[in-house]
């Protein structure tokens, strides 16, 4: 069974930096591709990066420079690192999960997406 556990919310002036973390509990059968998503009420989900196991990142235009995304598979653990927030940043930010199984014999235990609980980010002026 795969869960995830979201940390390193708060709240912060603008200009500050948070990084997020997100565990992911694949008991060694699986690697994975992360995704980060943020939302902030009355607003639609939005992209905002991602790295898959290559170790290519892709970033949202509007955090590409402040945001690094990276990835430390001997602890399990996907990072966001967050730097030179703006007010506009604020928002409920969530990791997504694609699960890659490390061996062939492993496919049905690595299967389907999976959703951390989020963790609130509060950048005020």
């Known amino acids: 069974e795969v869960q995830l556990v979201e940390s390193g919310g708060g709240s912060v002036q603008a200009g500050g930096s948070l990084r997020l973390s997100c565990a992911v509990s694949?008991?060694?059968?699986?690697?994975?591709?992360t995704n980060w998503y943020r939302q902030a009420p009355g607003k639609e989900r939005e992209f905002v990066s991602a790295?898959?196991?290559?170790?290519?990142?892709t970033y949202a235009d509007s955090v590409k420079g402040r945001f690094t995304i990276s990835q430390d598979n001997a602890k399990n653990t996907a990072y966001l690192q967050m730097d030179s927030l703006k007010p506009e940043d604020t928002a409920m930010y969530y990791c997504?999960?694609?699960?890659?199984?490390?061996?062939?014999?492993?496919?049905?235990?690595?299967?389907?997406?999976?959703w951390g609980q989020g963790t609130q980010v509060t950048v005020s002026s």
């Open positions: 997504k999960i694609d699960l890659r199984p490390l061996h062939p014999l492993y496919i049905a235990r690595c299967l389907g997406t999976h």
């Open positions: 790295i898959v196991r290559d170790g290519s990142t």
């Open positions: 694949t008991y060694g059968y699986c690697t994975y591709d």
